[in-house]
């Protein structure tokens, strides 16, 4: 168990380090910083003074080499548009996509899984009509989705706000929606946007689960033991669906995450997805950098996560001591 | 006809299932209307949006031919360039298959051949493959794209640049999806490849990759057609949402998601046909293959992961 | 006795989009308490349909379309679906097949246990439990205190069977239905489970209906026997009537197709056909005929396939040790060793068969010998050169097309995406043995009608055929390759009897024509008689004993071989 | 089970409190932009979003009125020293918004700052040789030549408190990471930073103890970046905000007519025009010339001029809301030639036939570059224009990028024409004549936007000359045949002059000045 956890964090390591090299040797390509930085009246023996501080006209392994250098020392570096430190810029930002994820994702598995169980088990008007909206849903573009509920609930009828997060409460460096009615009414629209696409996902994953188990022996076994219906489907079968549906869910936390980037342009959610978007606008390379490891950090320690509930979830693989 | 019909679906299971099934038919029907207007738009379209000479940006941001200011030339309106809407959703259309086909393609020939690979040769091949596709699920298809994009806007010779965007696109997409169908090959493959009919390929000495290839492969056609479906899906939204944040297609051949962002920017204004149709179009497209891999879903019965 | 089931003409239809098909034609079947009925068939007799429908649990889109399921004096056809819920478990329970997929992986024994007895009956959650660890007890698993929160996986099939019974018994059902509650155990642990459900059912006074394929089960277990054959009852009777002396026609195939411990046979007699349906005959490959096949397979003429008394293969002191030295992240892995210090001399034109349970390493042996697993320790040498194992063998080595293989999966062993024509051609491409496309399809449509396949099944793929039929085919694939050394592993075990003898005859035939020599891998003791000159048996990857067919089956030497001969159900009356 | 009802009632008293909270003063103004000022520092960015954001916060020692003219702020009046430069009388009663009192030593500090290595403003005060503190109210600035332009050109020159500074340690400019003045500030302007965050919400309050009387009755404003236009336009729409700048031209007629809210349309300082490459020899982009230019002839260039119908492109792209541009700044710059305020015709016969003068009857293709998220319907405004080229035989095949590779891409040459809007900083026609008509020359730091090299001698023998003229009428006949020089050389397309479209909702009164600076002291709240 302890070996597996300590392997898993090699890999992830190794991980990590790919991704930063492979964000790293790509950002210079996106643009040239420096005419960001500076009006237009700037030289360009200025614009080169400032590219040979940044260390920009280091050869790229260099480069590299003291950007993980600085990270393994703590060291994230400044922003090149707001100057500000980027450990501190992204971390003021975290709190926003994750509030958002964790609303969409709530979204989406309190309506996904009860719904893909009911599609499993009945067949009917119901279950189709859920079948084809949720296949609309999956089929119109999330910018789409968002644009079309920011002009009906924001501005036709005008039930909820139409950008940014409204009043935030800081908990420590912690900003949250989470303790205010107009935190929780702008954080509705996006939770939507954001979730609906993965609901689809989570409930036709459910479903198709749910089918598969149902075929089972051990299922027609309690079947035929008489075990009551509820306790059938949610005891006995919806249980075993939980680790392909868990690995799918660590996935699609992922997929929120980067399809965030989009909701957040769409409803000026101040994320780490909008401050993507800008730092792709104004090459800031630092921020892109640390974000796209920041992000292969959530998504190792999701995969661990999920590894570790099949701990949980599963007595084989614990038994097995989680060699995969 | 129909007698031939109804004997090759006793015979097969799948076309038995299809002619039996009103969503896929329906949904089949409009694909294929889809994909038709698509391939043919260059000969059924009024005008060919693409040719900037015949432009005229006085025709621009006509409403559509039924209602007041309409223009009987344009049959559902203009955009903000003067092109005939309809011309432009068929070219889009054309241009966002061509994307999406091509993007799957290129998916599915890495995201096959590695994933046979994987699943044939295990062991360390594998591990790194899959920590490969771990590195890259961990750059969720946006970012990937956005990051080619950039890439790529940076290293093309400019000029180059438009030409090869449609490349780099499906490059871009196709590198996003590869490891659907890499998880889902490899996890077929361990199974086939402890089926005896594989053993008595090695037994005979045959090269891995010819048992690969010729024997395993078919094997896996099943779920592979299905995430085929599916991902042509993602593969046309996705150019639809990298269009909208700006790093699609080029501006001078629009796709129906440079078209939908194009729309949105007038969705204040009153010109709703510039966004209502490209996005409809994109739906009611997207929507029907989706049906239709839900119903090859159904039938095949594949395991999916 | 009054019958505790009684199931009268009972229809049992499927839609299919080949129109609608009938399981059941007409069954009638009683089960009195206290009595085993045994309930046997090959595939696609309806047996396991029968169990279905008693349960209320047909496959949808299966149903009832008329008959009576008459269950103590109530007829539950018809009943709806909770008043029947809640018969099950209750009075009505169920054994299935696999105890490795019967019982719920996430869920440990006791929990099934608890929640399967407190849905019937009103006790508390330790009664309860005590009730479940007496049962367990009484089912012969030892230690059950302590076991009882253990999770399925931790179990041994056998031990995990036990548990089955265990949860169909727990709430003191009246009719058991036992659907092949032994067939995926080794004969040891079957032995003691039908003894377990033969007590069972006598102490507790248990109707069982007790559905197997195998009729040295039925002969050992059941009280009553009906024979199904396309959903219709062929005879019914006490077992040893039916068995013994069988009046239909139906029946007395079937056992002759039963191959026989005591004795050895040179063909079965009085084959089943393989179904009704007729075989097209009409289409020919122009020039092709078994007689052809028969030519070409001997044309070049193999000094191998000459029967004397130099070894073709010798095996010495071999070790195969699975995932041994493979460096995992952190140390070595020790490794499951699948054989040790076997030594084996095969000679020329000799079948040689290898038995063992499960998990013995019999299969191992196959493997190692075509070269799909690597050797710890030993060699093989063939035709007096050595054999290279594993990877170290040449992928253009000339013993790749002397040594062929027939699986035992007939359904994984053919690929399912090629026509039989490309399945069988493929060999004789690949060792080059003919490049004429003519004659090669020529080659492919004789070598069918040699192993009795109609030259037309060429043109189809593997799906459309039976397990018979397939085996046919993988046979006519090993065959085409004109081997020297025929490996079978458990070439039949898969098959119905009647097509286990068709098999067996056919490769009784092609033995003697072409002098081939034979690995012959099996379980089932009665058909290594039928098929081998010597054996050997295998134990936890050690040989046993090796000694004629003869002397090992009239004296075995060894207390292991006598007891897998003592334990193997046999026909004898 | 407790716990969680004690946990909802703590969400919803918290709820509560900041419902009660939400009921603000009706003089909270809520405006929104497209982006965020990058940084707090007035000499670490010379950017438009920047200087004008932060105007409101501090202050120059001159600064402009609602019509752009040059009045007195922190400098009470100010003369000239003859030739050597100017002298400023500051005001004596002025305090930062941290109360200390403002001197000459602050400006003198600030002139150190902003002209320092680390500063982005520096290029200001290249014409300056030193500055000399006379007295606590008086300070000189001693330039290298005359200047007639000195005090328009530091308009923006925004004064910081020296102590302030020091005590903070941000003496200078931030250049790689921030320094205290980057999120903080503290200027001597209208309003003072109440908070900020950045890319996100900026708070301004009123100071109380502004020299000045503050026309404004704002108590709080708060700025929000909005990046999607469209999302702004909701979010005015929605009346979450007050007021939004810019907003898109399409939307412009629809929004006169909705009740409750009302358009500012203004003319911006900034000059949109095709550039040609002049320098090079051979197209980059073209299938079918090769080894020639003919950019570099007259008739071709002139060709392209009167291809585009830019009337046309008014009325259409920018739905009539700009005006045309016959030289590169608009009638309100100082220095704009009246004389030379005719365009070319739009004329697409006379086009093809000096295509064929030229020997291009069968036209040729070419790269046109274009940004696509740096003007107003830029990336509209070049697909037009190219179908309007192509109707002549020229044919564009049109690159549009964001400007993050669009700057880059011009610095390597890779174009064959260009599009380019250009807003004088110091609102003088001499400011495009030094940046894009001057043969580019590094070290005189002259023509370093001209990136298509084009030159004129006498364009290059004028300059200096209209820099240090201190007489107008000769400084504008200077001016005057510059401008010709220009269009007869058809340097470039110059074509319209770009709007201001700001939205407000209509119970805000403002005042819209040509830079686009957003100033809040004169937005009232009815």
Redesign the interface.
Known sequence: ML?FII?RL??SL??ML??SL??FS???????PI????????????QE??RE??GLNDPMPTQYARFVGNLAKGEFG?SY?????VNE?IL??LPATLELGAVSLFISLIVGIPAGIYTALKRGFLSNAL?VTT??G???????IG?FL??TF??AL?WL????RG?T?QLGWWQTN?????G?KALILPGITLGVYQLTLTMRLVR?EMQ?VLK??????????????R?LYL??AF??TLV?VI??IG?QL??I???S??TE????W?GMG??F??S????DIPVMSVY?VL??LI??MI?LIVDLAYFA????VR?RGG?D | MIESLRRWSIENELVYLFLRSPGALLAALVALLCVGGAVLSPWIAANDPYDIASLDILDSLIPPSWSDGGDARFLIGTDDQGRDLLAAILYGTRLSLLVGFLAITFASVLGVTVGLMAGYFGGRFDAIVMRIADVQLSLPAILTALLIDGIARGVLPQGQHDNLMIMVLTVAIGLSLWVNFARTVRATTFVERNKEYVQSCEIMGMHPFRIMFVHILPNTMGPILVILTVDLAVAVLLEATLSFLGVGVPANQPSLGTLIRIGTEYMFSGEWWIVIFPSAMLILMVISINLLGDFLRDALNPRIR | MSALLSIENLYVNFPTRFGEFVALDGVNLNVAAGEIHGLVGESGAGKSTVGAAVMGLLQSPGYVASGKIVFAGENLVGLNNDAYHRLRGDRISMIFQDPQTSLNPLLTIATQMIETIRQHRHVSASDARNQAIALLAETGINDIEKRIDDYPHQFSGGMRQRVVIGLALCTEPELIIADEPTTALDVSVQKQILKLIRTLCRERNIGIVLITHDIGVINETADRVTVLRSGRVIESGNTKDVLGKPKQTYTKELMAAVPRLDKRLDRFKNIVGEDDKVIDDSWKVPLASASFATQWLLSEKNEGNERNSHPLLTVSNLDVTFNSGQASWFGKNKGFKALSNINIDLMNGEVLGVVGESGSGKSTLAKAIVGLVPLSAGSMEFKGKMLPAGKHRDRHHPSRRVIQMVFQDPYSSLNNRKTVESIIAEPIRFYGLSHDEVEIKKLVASVLELVGMPQRAMLKYPHQFSGGQRQRIAVARALVARPEFLICDEPTSALDVSIQAQILNLLKDLQQTFGLSILFISHNLAVIRQMADRVVVIKNGEVVETSNTEQFFSAPSKTYSQMLLSETPSLVF | MKLTLRAMLFISMGTALTLSHGITSAETFKWAGTSDPQTMDPHANNSAPVLGFLNNVYEGLVRRNKAMKIEPALAESWEQLGADGWRFNLRTDVTFHDGSAFTADDVLFSYERASSEESDVRSWFSPVESVVVVDEHTIDFLTIAPNPLFPDSIANFMIMDKDWATANEAMRPSSEAENFATRNANGTGAFTLASRDPGVKTTLKPYEGWWDTLESNITEAVYTPIGESATGMAALLSGEIDFISPIPLQDVPRMKQRAGFKVHEGVEARVLMFGFAHQIDELKFSDDVSGKNPFQDVRVRQAAYQAVNVDALIDKVMRGNAQPAAQLVSDAMKGYSEANAERLAYDPEAAKQLMKDAGYADGFSFGLQCPNDRYINDESICKAAASMFAKVGLNAKLTAMPVRNYWPELREDNFDMYLLGWSPGTFDAEHPIRFLASTPNEEKKLGSWNFGGYSNARIDELLPMIQTELDDDKRQAMIDETTKLMQQDVAYIPMYVQPLIWASKDNIELTQRTDNFFILRWVTIQ
């Open positions: 070996s392997r090699l890999q190794f991980v790919a991704v492979i964000a790509l950002f210079r390509f996106v643009g040239d005419a960001q930085m500076v009006g237009q009246e700037t030289s360009i023996e200025d003074n400032i501080r940044l400044f548009r707001t100057r500000q430190p810029l003021s930002r079948l296949l609309v999956i089929s119109i573009p999330t910018f789409v644009i920011i002009y924001g501005v005008g706000p139409t950008f940014g009043e409460v989470f303790l205010t009615l107009s929780w198709a598969e089972t022996d051990y299922i027609k076994f309690a079947t035929a033991r008489g075990i009551n219906y306790s005891h006995h249980r075993n392909p690995t799918i996935l992922g997929g995450i980067a399809f980037i989009v342009s769409v409803f000026q101040p909008l401050l978007l800008d792709i606008r104004y090459v796209l992000i292969a998504f190792v995969n979830i599963d007595p084989r038994h060699d």
